[in-house]
């Protein structure tokens, strides 16, 4: 079977560092959303005289942030029908909730859950500071709003979005990236996207 693997949760908790572990494990395209749409989000922000770098204004919610997932969508849905294996980097909140979302992709590239191992890995943090000190290191401008508002941004770091779609109970992780991302932790994650 192919798979279609997600790795969610919200910044700092290190998604993209989950995946490409696992990348060495599992051939697949890798498809993070803030690479497939970041450069013409900020093109679209500074040609309206916004800040390039933010993520979290009404402006961007409601003209840009659908335009990025949409986009990142049809990549995805390109490489499954391409018989690739995919990995999804982003937080996907909206799109979790929407139980069609992934009936969606699956029709889209004309592909069933019977062909399709659909996964998700929810990444979670506990250890705030350690959160905190990964979204500093980065150094990504568009982490300065969560910065200024850490209180706030801080109650969604152990969060786990609601999953609507129709997959087993079995098909999502909750995983605690907190601390070494030892080889035990790869093997975990490994064992769980392979279905082993």
């Known amino acids: 079977m192919q798979k279609l693997v997600f790795f969610v949760g919200v910044a700092g ?17 890798f498809l993070d959303r803030d690479t497939i749409g970041g450069r013409f989000v900020e093109a679209i922000l500074e040609m309206k005289g916004l800040d390039p770098k933010d993520r979290d204004s009404d402006f961007y919610k409601k003209n840009l942030r659908d335009l990025e997932y949409d986009t990142a969508k049809d990549v995805c849905i390109e ?20 139980r069609e979302w992934i009936e969606d992709v699956l029709a889209a590239a004309e592909l069933t859950k019977e062909q399709v191992d659909v996964k998700v890995i929810v990444v979670t943090l506990q250890d705030m500071e350690l959160q905190h ?5 980065r150094g990504t ?9 850490w209180g706030d941004f801080q109650k969604r770091v152990d969060f786990v ?4 779609w129709d997959i087993p109970e079995s098909s999502i992780l909750v995983f605690d990236n907190s601390g070494e ?16």
């Open 13 to 29: 908790t290190g998604k993209t560092t989950v995946a490409l572990k696992l990348s060495r494990f599992m051939p697949a395209a």
């Open 161 to 164: 979005p609601a999953i609507q």
């Open 79 to 98: 490489n499954l029908a391409a018989g690739q294996n995919v990995f999804m980097i982003s937080p996907f909140t909206a799109e979790l909730k929407n």
């Open 181 to 196: 991302l030892t080889d035990a932790k790869v093997e975990q994650l490994r064992s769980f996207a392979l279905g082993e």
């Open 141 to 149: 401008e568009r982490d300065t709003w969560k910065l200024e508002h």
């Open 133 to 137: 000190n990964r979204i500093v290191a």
